[in-house]
């Protein structure tokens, strides 16, 4: 699966920017689909997550009530939708996927995930 993020850029604080995960060479239905992020200097860190039926979401505490994670199967895309945005949020946005049944222990753990799209870089100035 080849996945590309896209949707990122420079934001002032308590704007908003969604990001887009599209998948080429498959249905990206059958995946559950998982954001992560990775600051300057940072580990990556797990934002939010998507069951592939979209029945169930998840996120990190961080961004609860602020970041809506979304899927269009139609359009073999999902999305991250970032309201309230902090100067915190300033990272590089990558999406990954998995044919793994996403539950809350398994959707943060970014080795559950097995295909990884490039990155989208979002800057939030305070």
């Known amino acids: 699966v080849q996945l590309q993020a896209c949707g990122g850029g420079l934001v002032q604080a308590g704007g908003c920017l969604r990001l887009?995960?599209?998948?080429?060479?498959?249905?990206?239905?059958?995946?559950?689909v998982g954001w992560f992020r990775q600051a300057p200097g940072k580990e990556r860190e797990f934002v939010a997550a998507?069951?592939?039926?979209?029945?169930?979401?998840y996120y990190a505490d961080s961004v609860k009530g602020r970041f809506t994670t979304s899927r269009d199967n139609d359009k073999n895309t999902v999305y991250l939708q970032m309201y309230s945005l902090k100067p915190d949020d300033t990272a590089v946005y990558y999406c990954?996927?998995?044919?793994?049944?996403?539950?809350?222990?398994?959707?943060?753990?970014?080795?559950?995930?097995?295909?990884w799209g490039q990155g989208t870089e979002v800057t939030v100035s305070s």
């Open positions: 998507i069951r592939r039926t979209g029945g169930s979401t």
């Open positions: 887009s995960c599209a998948a080429s060479g498959h249905t990206l239905s059958n995946y559950g």
């Open positions: 990954a996927a998995t044919r793994q049944w996403l539950i809350s222990t398994v959707s943060s753990q970014s080795s559950a995930y097995d295909y």
